[in-house]
Protein backbone atom coordinates (compact mmCIF):
# COMPACT_ATOMS: atom_id res chain seq x y z
CA UNK A 1 0.00 0.00 0.00
CA UNK A 2 1.36 3.16 -1.03
CA UNK A 3 2.36 6.02 1.52
CA UNK A 4 1.08 9.36 1.38
CA UNK A 5 2.95 12.49 2.54
CA UNK A 6 1.02 15.71 3.48
CA UNK A 7 1.56 19.22 5.27
CA UNK A 8 1.67 18.76 9.38
CA UNK A 9 -0.56 21.63 9.77
CA UNK A 10 -2.64 24.07 7.50
CA UNK A 11 -4.47 28.00 8.51
CA UNK A 12 -6.92 29.46 6.63
CA UNK A 13 -9.79 32.49 7.28
CA UNK A 14 -13.20 31.89 6.43
CA UNK A 15 -14.54 32.10 3.23
CA UNK A 16 -11.17 31.34 1.27
CA UNK A 17 -10.53 28.06 -0.75
CA UNK A 18 -8.52 25.87 1.07
CA UNK A 19 -6.19 23.42 -1.00
CA UNK A 20 -4.10 20.38 0.69
CA UNK A 21 -2.03 18.64 -1.62
CA UNK A 22 -1.13 15.22 -0.84
CA UNK A 23 2.23 13.37 -2.50
CA UNK A 24 2.04 9.53 -3.47
CA UNK A 25 5.11 8.58 -5.23
CA UNK A 26 4.32 4.87 -5.41
CA UNK A 27 0.80 4.63 -6.41
CA UNK A 28 -0.23 1.83 -7.97
CA UNK A 29 -1.97 1.26 -11.06
CA UNK A 30 -5.01 -0.30 -9.66
CA UNK A 31 -4.77 2.32 -6.21
CA UNK A 32 -7.82 4.87 -5.86
CA UNK A 33 -6.76 7.80 -3.43
CA UNK A 34 -9.53 8.78 -0.79
CA UNK A 35 -9.51 11.34 1.49
CA UNK A 36 -11.49 11.71 5.10
CA UNK A 37 -12.23 14.37 7.42
CA UNK A 38 -11.81 13.74 11.13
CA UNK A 39 -13.31 15.91 14.26
CA UNK A 40 -12.21 16.07 17.25
CA UNK A 41 -13.49 12.87 19.43
CA UNK A 42 -15.28 11.84 16.12
CA UNK A 43 -14.85 8.73 13.64
CA UNK A 44 -13.45 10.04 10.71
CA UNK A 45 -15.90 10.60 8.05
CA UNK A 46 -15.59 10.10 4.15
CA UNK A 47 -15.24 12.65 2.11
CA UNK A 48 -14.39 12.10 -1.68
CA UNK A 49 -12.84 9.42 -3.25
CA UNK A 50 -11.13 9.78 -7.28
CA UNK A 51 -9.15 7.53 -9.82
CA UNK A 52 -7.46 10.47 -12.11
CA UNK A 53 -8.46 13.74 -13.03
CA UNK A 54 -11.38 15.96 -10.91
CA UNK A 55 -14.29 14.68 -8.90
CA UNK A 56 -16.18 16.41 -7.36
CA UNK A 57 -19.22 16.33 -4.97
CA UNK A 58 -21.20 18.75 -2.77
CA UNK A 59 -18.47 19.03 0.21
CA UNK A 60 -15.10 18.87 -1.91
CA UNK A 61 -13.16 17.87 -5.32
CA UNK A 62 -10.45 15.98 -5.70
CA UNK A 63 -7.71 17.01 -8.25
CA UNK A 64 -5.33 14.59 -9.53
CA UNK A 65 -2.53 14.85 -12.18
CA UNK A 66 -2.33 12.82 -15.24
CA UNK A 67 1.08 11.00 -13.12
CA UNK A 68 -1.26 9.81 -10.32
CA UNK A 69 1.87 10.56 -7.83
CA UNK A 70 -0.23 13.57 -5.75
CA UNK A 71 -3.68 14.62 -5.17
CA UNK A 72 -5.06 18.04 -3.95
CA UNK A 73 -8.14 18.21 -2.05
CA UNK A 74 -10.09 21.34 -2.53
CA UNK A 75 -12.51 22.96 -0.08
CA UNK A 76 -14.12 25.97 -1.40
CA UNK A 77 -15.13 28.76 0.78
CA UNK A 78 -14.15 26.67 4.11
CA UNK A 79 -16.50 28.00 7.19
CA UNK A 80 -15.06 27.59 11.16
CA UNK A 81 -16.68 24.24 10.96
CA UNK A 82 -13.95 22.90 8.62
CA UNK A 83 -11.71 23.12 11.07
CA UNK A 84 -10.19 19.31 11.27
CA UNK A 85 -8.01 16.90 10.60
CA UNK A 86 -7.69 15.80 6.71
CA UNK A 87 -6.42 12.46 6.22
CA UNK A 88 -5.20 11.29 2.48
CA UNK A 89 -5.19 7.56 2.00
CA UNK A 90 -4.63 5.31 -1.21
CA UNK A 91 -5.41 1.85 -1.61
CA UNK A 92 -6.89 -0.68 -3.74
CA UNK A 93 -10.41 -0.11 -4.31
CA UNK A 94 -11.19 -3.79 -5.68
CA UNK A 95 -11.90 -7.01 -3.52
CA UNK A 96 -13.59 -6.84 -0.18
CA UNK A 97 -10.71 -6.13 2.25
CA UNK A 98 -10.45 -2.32 2.43
CA UNK A 99 -8.26 -1.27 5.11
CA UNK A 100 -7.19 2.17 5.44
CA UNK A 101 -3.48 2.98 5.82
CA UNK A 102 -3.61 6.35 7.76
CA UNK A 103 -0.54 8.75 7.87
CA UNK A 104 -0.70 11.74 10.27
CA UNK A 105 -3.18 14.02 8.31
CA UNK A 106 -3.22 18.03 7.75
CA UNK A 107 -4.28 19.47 10.98
CA UNK A 108 -6.74 22.55 9.36
CA UNK A 109 -7.15 25.87 11.55
CA UNK A 110 -9.67 27.94 9.71
CA UNK A 111 -9.80 31.08 11.58
CA UNK A 112 -12.84 34.03 11.83
CA UNK B 1 -30.67 5.41 9.98
CA UNK B 2 -28.48 4.67 13.07
CA UNK B 3 -24.68 5.37 12.68
CA UNK B 4 -22.29 3.19 14.21
CA UNK B 5 -21.92 3.15 17.45
CA UNK B 6 -19.07 2.35 20.07
CA UNK B 7 -19.48 1.59 23.95
CA UNK B 8 -18.16 2.61 26.07
CA UNK B 9 -17.25 6.35 24.94
CA UNK B 10 -14.27 6.14 27.87
CA UNK B 11 -12.50 3.74 29.78
CA UNK B 12 -10.04 4.14 32.42
CA UNK B 13 -8.59 0.63 33.69
CA UNK B 14 -5.16 -0.47 35.45
CA UNK B 15 -2.69 -2.36 33.82
CA UNK B 16 -3.43 -5.89 34.13
CA UNK B 17 -7.30 -5.81 33.73
CA UNK B 18 -9.58 -6.81 31.26
CA UNK B 19 -11.33 -4.67 29.19
CA UNK B 20 -14.29 -5.61 26.67
CA UNK B 21 -15.11 -2.93 23.92
CA UNK B 22 -18.42 -2.86 21.95
CA UNK B 23 -19.18 -2.38 18.27
CA UNK B 24 -22.56 -1.90 16.51
CA UNK B 25 -22.07 -1.56 12.90
CA UNK B 26 -25.33 -0.05 10.66
CA UNK B 27 -27.64 -2.19 10.34
CA UNK B 28 -26.65 -4.31 7.00
CA UNK B 29 -23.43 -3.90 6.71
CA UNK B 30 -21.01 -6.96 6.69
CA UNK B 31 -17.88 -5.53 6.62
CA UNK B 32 -16.60 -4.42 9.84
CA UNK B 33 -13.05 -3.01 10.86
CA UNK B 34 -11.66 -2.57 14.18
CA UNK B 35 -8.70 0.67 14.10
CA UNK B 36 -6.86 2.26 17.11
CA UNK B 37 -5.06 5.17 17.40
CA UNK B 38 -2.39 5.57 20.02
CA UNK B 39 -1.17 9.64 21.44
CA UNK B 40 0.89 11.47 18.40
CA UNK B 41 0.56 8.01 15.94
CA UNK B 42 -1.68 7.32 13.44
CA UNK B 43 -4.49 5.42 12.97
CA UNK B 44 -3.46 1.77 12.38
CA UNK B 45 -5.77 -1.08 11.02
CA UNK B 46 -6.18 -4.06 13.92
CA UNK B 47 -8.40 -6.17 12.24
CA UNK B 48 -11.74 -6.87 9.67
CA UNK B 49 -14.55 -9.35 10.03
CA UNK B 50 -16.71 -10.05 7.18
CA UNK B 51 -19.79 -11.23 8.45
CA UNK B 52 -18.39 -13.03 11.06
CA UNK B 53 -15.26 -14.32 10.10
CA UNK B 54 -12.10 -12.46 10.25
CA UNK B 55 -11.09 -11.70 6.73
CA UNK B 56 -7.88 -9.70 8.00
CA UNK B 57 -6.42 -9.71 11.51
CA UNK B 58 -2.66 -8.99 10.70
CA UNK B 59 -2.85 -5.54 12.40
CA UNK B 60 -3.82 -7.27 15.76
CA UNK B 61 -0.39 -6.46 18.17
CA UNK B 62 -0.65 -9.76 19.77
CA UNK B 63 -2.37 -12.13 21.78
CA UNK B 64 -4.13 -10.17 24.33
CA UNK B 65 -6.32 -9.09 22.19
CA UNK B 66 -9.22 -11.48 21.12
CA UNK B 67 -11.88 -9.95 18.71
CA UNK B 68 -14.57 -11.67 18.00
CA UNK B 69 -18.31 -10.60 15.57
CA UNK B 70 -21.04 -12.82 17.25
CA UNK B 71 -23.95 -13.99 14.46
CA UNK B 72 -22.01 -11.73 12.59
CA UNK B 73 -23.81 -8.51 14.13
CA UNK B 74 -22.47 -6.37 16.52
CA UNK B 75 -18.10 -7.22 17.64
CA UNK B 76 -16.49 -6.87 20.73
CA UNK B 77 -12.66 -6.27 21.17
CA UNK B 78 -11.40 -7.87 24.55
CA UNK B 79 -7.92 -6.99 26.29
CA UNK B 80 -6.49 -8.78 28.60
CA UNK B 81 -4.20 -8.19 30.00
CA UNK B 82 -4.44 -4.63 29.43
CA UNK B 83 -0.92 -3.05 29.40
CA UNK B 84 0.09 0.47 29.05
CA UNK B 85 0.75 0.76 25.60
CA UNK B 86 -3.07 -0.40 25.08
CA UNK B 87 -3.77 3.01 25.95
CA UNK B 88 -5.31 4.76 22.85
CA UNK B 89 -8.20 5.33 20.92
CA UNK B 90 -10.16 2.68 19.63
CA UNK B 91 -11.93 3.31 16.65
CA UNK B 92 -14.45 0.75 14.51
CA UNK B 93 -16.08 1.36 11.28
CA UNK B 94 -18.61 -1.05 8.56
CA UNK B 95 -19.00 -1.04 5.49
CA UNK B 96 -21.22 -3.03 2.41
CA UNK B 97 -19.78 -5.41 1.09
CA UNK B 98 -18.14 -3.63 -2.41
CA UNK B 99 -18.36 -0.61 -0.46
CA UNK B 100 -15.26 1.84 -0.18
CA UNK B 101 -16.86 4.39 2.02
CA UNK B 102 -15.84 2.91 5.56
CA UNK B 103 -18.39 4.58 8.30
CA UNK B 104 -16.90 5.38 11.41
CA UNK B 105 -17.92 5.04 15.39
CA UNK B 106 -17.03 8.08 17.57
CA UNK B 107 -14.46 5.76 19.28
CA UNK B 108 -13.42 4.46 22.49
CA UNK B 109 -10.66 6.17 24.43
CA UNK B 110 -8.73 3.40 26.36
CA UNK B 111 -6.65 4.42 29.82
CA UNK B 112 -4.76 2.00 31.41
CA UNK B 113 -3.07 3.50 34.44
Known amino acids: LAKTTQPISMDSYEGQEVNITCSHN???????ITWYQQFPSQGPRFIIQGYKTKVTNEVASLFIPADRKSSTLSLPRVSLSDTAVYYC?????????????WGLGTSLAVNP | EAGVTQFPSHSVIEKGQTVTLRCDPI?????LYWYRRVMGKEIKFLLHFVKESKQDESGMPNNRFLAERTGGTYSTLKVQPAELEDSGVYFC???????????FGPGTRLTVT
Open chain 1, 89 to 101: LVGANAGNNRKLI
Open chain 2, 93 to 103: ASSQVGDYEQY
Open chain 1, 26 to 32: NIATNDY
Open chain 2, 27 to 31: SGHDN
